[in-house]
């Protein structure tokens, strides 16, 4: 039997699907669409949400294979892996993508292996070649400072993580249809040797800065942990979640969770806004696929420039309270006018 | 309680020159490391057995070179290390470098833990640990950011998710991967350093491991690097340079338009 279709792994959480799944289902019906096969999201839990179902088919799958087991509610890569280790043998995908979150990066490899198939990390483009309709895979390598373009011309199927948050979903279509397939896996291949104990939630303050909207981010040149305060406090007028440099969390300005750059987070939010950070090729690495970038920085010739939509070259203790200060009085103007609207 | 360490030697990236015509790296005067985020793996081992006895074993792939990686390895703290190094192994992807670690631990006997950094700075790819357990057959887990107790046959273990800590219970022996909120790492000692220099060297090709050679090197990898190209970075986009304080005004008024175009407030 040849290898068909393209699938993706999606991820939930308390049985509802996460925003990841749907923004693989766009990558994933570029790549069908361009073959002429079929796309299938692939979802394993506890109990699966009939909405998120519906969902993945409204935004791009024409297939979704379900697996309900409770040894799968939470993600344990035993369980998993030999999960679809056991669907990929039975309905031989082409493609696989998984998104490159702490799941996807951890299934995805142990996977490859089983699988005998090649995987490419944290790919930012996938394209299909057209005289061989092999997969053209794209991912930044040294610190971001080169673009490798790689291929699996003789492995089935091609792998690849893709970033969380690189690109959008595609809008829900109500009108599409697909087919719902519920899987049974033998239970002996659901045993785990890891055990989940238990749960501590984040209750970091500033936001998960992976899931946010607007970012504003602080490097060195905050010069004191004080000072990083007015972070904090323009992250709360625009409502978007604090970031940070290396270096600042290093000094104990902000804690890792904060960390973008390769070294930390991956981010992709609709605005970005560094300040005091000078933009090293690490950090450029982790902000380059954001909607729109922001940069205030006292060295006109500091890296970050080069990739702002928008920079002001001057001293961030005289531009942010001003910033502040007239961002306040937008708010609030536009608080005066929803009330006087209504 | 034994544990290995694989490492990879790695250039140091933070200040690493492109060729703008060539697109490719500019070596000379790039100093060869050991892989940052391995320092972890190793210090976690060297506090594993400060605490309780037992011996580490730093494992690496790479050209001959990578010896001296595998000698650090062993001033911070590592009791042994083999290099894994021949002409067969030279451009594995990280399918064919976890197959050559995987085989090389099986040759090594029995062990109860093997602790992997992250993932390594220049390929950025964090698959060759859980390839490597997946190799082997034993439980793994990534992304480790605490060893909270050491059992008789388990390991407790924190590990750092998108929304939070999970705190995992794993059969050993078993494969970790550890982030850098683990440690801090040591610098190598005077007295590791001079053992370092003492100890023979170990290096195993292809033979040593029991290798098959269609697994080998670049055509035992899926993966094919086809192309190489510099990113496009640049956005163009305005850069304001205000002068004095009346223009600092008109700068961030300038700015508050820009987030009004842009929709944002």
């Not at chain 1, 509802?16 to 002429?36: F, H, M, N």
């Not at chain 1, 502040?324 to 009330?339: D, F, R, S």
């Not at chain 2, 992997?116 to 990534?142: K, Y």
Request: aromatic share 6%; with cysteine; proline share 5%.
């Amino acid at each position: 039997m040849s290898y068909k279709d393209v699938w993706i792994l999606g991820e939930q959480e308390e049985g509802q699907v996460k925003l990841v799944s749907y923004e693989l289902l766009k990558r994933g019906r570029a790549l069908a669409d361009k073959l002429g096969v079929d796309l299938a999201a692939v979802v394993l839990g506890k109990k699966i949400g009939k909405n998120g179902i519906r969902e993945l088919i409204y935004r791009g799958a024409d297939k979704v294979i379900i697996v309900e087991d409770p040894a799968l509610e939470f993600f344990l890569p035993e369980p998993y892996v030999n999960t679809i280790e056991d669907l990929v043998n039975k309905y031989r995908p082409e493609i696989f993508i998984a998104s490159a979150t702490t799941t996807g990066r951890t299934v995805a490899p142990a996977l490859a292996i089983k699988c005998n198939a090649g995987l490419t990390a944290d790919c930012t483009g996938l394209d299909i070649e057209e005289e061989t309709g092999n997969l053209i895979q794209t991912r930044p390598a040294i610190g971001g400072n080169i673009l490798a373009t790689i291929k699996t011309p003789n492995h089935r199927p091609q792998m690849a993580t893709v970033r969380p948050h690189s690109n959008k979903p595609l809008e829900s279509d109500a009108s599409r249809t697909g087919e719902v397939i519920y899987e049974t896996v033998d239970q002996a291949r659901l045993k785990s040797r890891l055990k989940r104990l238990e749960f501590k939630q984040n209750e970091e303050e500033g936001g998960n800065i992976q899931d946010a909207e607007i970012i504003i981010a602080g490097g060195k040149g905050f010069k004191k942990d004080d000072n990083f305060k007015m972070v904090h406090d323009i992250a709360a007028i625009l409502n978007g979640a604090v970031g940070a440099t290396r270096d600042a969390v290093d000094l104990g300005w902000a804690t890792y969770p904060h960390q973008i750059g390769l070294s930390g987070k991956t981010v992709s939010p609709k605005l970005y806004i560094a300040a005091g950070i000078s933009g090293s090729v690490q950090h450029l690495a982790g902000i380059k696929t954001s909607e729109t970038i922001i940069a205030i920085n006292n060295d006109p010739e500091a890296q970050i420039f080069q990739v702002a939509d928008f920079g002001i070259v001057g001293d961030l203790f005289e531009i942010l309270p001003l910033f502040k200060q007239k961002l306040q009085a937008v708010k609030k103007g536009q608080e005066t006018e929803e009330i006087q609207g209504a | 309680m034994k544990v290995i360490v694989p490492i990879k030697q790695v250039p140091e990236t933070s200040n690493v020159k492109m060729d703008p015509v060539t697109g490719t790296m500019v070596r000379e005067g790039v100093e060869p490391i050991i892989n940052p985020l391995d320092l972890y793996a190793i210090e976690e081992g060297v506090r594993l057995k400060e605490q309780r006895d037992g011996e580490i074993l730093a494992l690496s792939m790479g050209p001959p070179k990578a010896m001296t990686a595998i000698k650090e390895a062993i001033a911070m703290g590592c009791d042994d290390g083999i290099l894994l190094s021949n002409k067969a192994f030279a451009g594995a992807d990280t399918w064919a470098t976890s197959y050559v670690l995987s085989q090389a631990i099986k040759k090594t006997g029995e062990f109860d833990l093997i602790l992997c950094g992250e993932r390594a700075t220049d390929g950025d790819t964090g698959q060759v640990g859980p390839g490597i357990a997946a190799w082997l057959d034993i439980p793994f887990s990534t992304y480790i950011s605490k060893i909270i107790e050491v059992k008789e046959k388990s390991i407790v273990i924190e590990r750092m998710v998108e929304t939070g800590y999970e705190i995992l219970e794993i059969e050993t022996p078993c494969l970790l991967t550890v982030v850098k909120e683990i440690n801090y790492p040591r610098l190598p000692s005077l007295r590791g350093k001079q053992r370092a220099r003492k100890m023979e060297n170990q290096t195993w090709g292809p033979i040593d491991v029991d290798a098959k050679p269609e697994n080998l090197g670049l055509k035992g990898s899926p993966t094919q690097v086809v192309k190489i190209s510099k990113p496009q970075v640049t956005r163009n986009g305005q850069l304001l340079k205000p002068r004095d304080e009346k223009e600092i005004e008109g700068a961030v008024d300038r700015l508050i338009d820009f987030l009004k175009e842009k929709e944002i407030v």
